[in-house]
């Protein structure tokens, strides 16, 4: 075995060490998907989906490159990782890999768009000494205008660290 020191870069994922506990972001992923997609405008939006978008799969045409679309929500999974600000508009995003259309594509591009303006952004664990496990669930039923099924969400807290 050999000791390589603290942590500071794990499969994409940049560790930064400080007394308020370890700091995790993907600046250097996040900006290679930004990058693979080829965003050339500046256009930064300050939420990742628009308010109460209710997408289905027979609005738009469909796409031309499917896999460009599939590997771009792949992407912004494992981006999820270090930003559950994302998770809803990704977990919107990926229930069309089958068979994206015009307006999905357009949700996933914002999504890019917002990436761009928080790319600094990442997930804080707390060095607190508490190590309460807190968490909050809400469901909205049959809102999902495809299959009218409910649609859970939950946040789970380490602490005061998000970490689900």
């Not at 109460?52 to 494992?78: A, F, H, Q």
């Amino acid at each position: 075995m050999k000791d390589l020191g603290p942590l500071q870069y794990f499969l994409g994922i940049e560790v930064a060490s400080s007394p308020k506990g370890y700091f995790l972001s993907q600046v250097k992923y996040a900006n290679e998907v930004i990058h693979h997609v080829g965003l050339t405008d500046t256009k930064v939006f300050d939420t990742p989906t628009k308010l109460n978008v209710k997408l289905n799969s027979t609005d738009g045409v469909p796409l031309d490159d499917l896999i460009l679309y599939r590997e771009l929500v792949g992407c912004l999974v494992y981006l999820t990782v270090t930003r559950p600000d994302l998770a809803y508009a990704v977990h919107v995003v990926s229930q069309f890999v089958f068979a994206p259309r015009s307006p999905h594509w357009a949700t996933l591009v914002q999504i890019l768009h917002h990436l761009r303006g928080t790319i600094f952004q990442g997930l804080l664990l707390s060095s607190t000494f508490s190590l309460d496990l807190v968490a909050y669930a809400d469901s909205d039923w049959a809102s999902d205008v495809t299959d009218c099924k409910s649609m859970p969400g939950f946040y789970m807290f380490l602490a005061d660290s998000l970490i689900s």
